[in-house]
């Protein structure tokens, strides 16, 4: 089974719908992240959480929101989806609080490609 | 600021050619960097990493990397390229202590010609 896995994998939906990307990890880490991918731009984080009760904002964080329902998910929504969200998302987790550089090394989700028309 | 470059956006060779894609970033303090492998319809994967010691780094994949303080570089090299190596690849810094967050470059796309 994947260690970090996301919910939907695509998703199609119109202007002003409201949407919820889910990711869920079995990896025990206690960092999760929200990043968008577009073409030409690599990867740009949205928001982070570095434990249930401490999310911060990232980069682009206008426009989203997120929820860290449990250590291991964390779920992020568009309250108000808009054509230039178009993008591929991804959830990465990071962690334990022991070792050189452990914190800092990221583990992916599949992503999920989501489409606003 | 922190940034990554890469300067090649498209690479293309051949088989059993030799391979290097070029990363340079920008960090004042200790960097600790990456690069990530993003296969046609997938995710993000680890391919190697780079925190101390020893400036050659192996990865998976028989891929490895060099970095030169001087220079600002992390380049990734291979010395013989698969078909299957064809993907889009990321350089990726973030600065040490776990409390910075992870810079990624642009990514370069490679093509692998038979």
């Known amino acids: 089974d994947a260690d970090v896995t996301q919910t939907p994998r695509n998703r199609i939906t119109k202007t002003g719908k409201r949407i919820m990307l889910e990711c869920s990890q079995t990896k025990g880490h206690d960092r999760m992240y929200w990043y968008r991918q577009d073409p030409g731009l690599g990867l740009r984080l949205i928001y982070y959480?570095?434990?249930?009760?401490?999310?911060n904002k990232g980069e682009i964080s206008d426009g989203y929101s997120v929820s860290r329902q449990a250590q291991a998910k964390f779920s992020l929504s568009l309250e108000s989806a808009i054509p230039n969200q178009t993008a591929l998302y991804f959830c990465?987790?990071?962690?334990?609080?022991?070792?050189?550089?452990?914190?800092?090394?990221?583990?992916f989700g599949p992503g999920t490609r989501l489409l606003v028309l | 600021a922190q940034s990554v470059t890469q300067p090649d956006i498209h690479i293309t060779v051949s088989e059993g050619a030799s391979l290097e894609l070029r990363c340079n970033y920008s960090?004042?303090?200790?960097?600790?960097l990456f690069w990530y492998v993003q296969s046609p319809g997938q995710g993000l994967q680890l391919l190697l990493k780079y925190f101390s010691g020893d400036t050659l780094v192996q990865g998976i994949k028989g891929f490895e990397a060099e970095f030169k303080r001087s220079q600002s570089s992390f380049n990734l090299r291979k010395p013989s390229v698969h078909w299957s190596d064809a993907a889009e690849y990321f350089c990726?810094?973030?600065?040490?202590?776990?409390?910075?967050?992870?810079?990624f470059g642009a990514g370069t796309r490679l093509a692998v010609h038979p």
């Open positions: 959480s570095f434990d249930v009760k401490d999310i």
């Open positions: 990726a810094v973030v600065g040490s202590g776990g409390y910075n967050k992870l810079i």
């Open positions: 990465a987790t990071s962690g334990l609080k022991q070792g050189v550089g452990v914190q800092e090394t990221q583990y």
């Open positions: 960090y004042g303090a200790t960097p600790y």
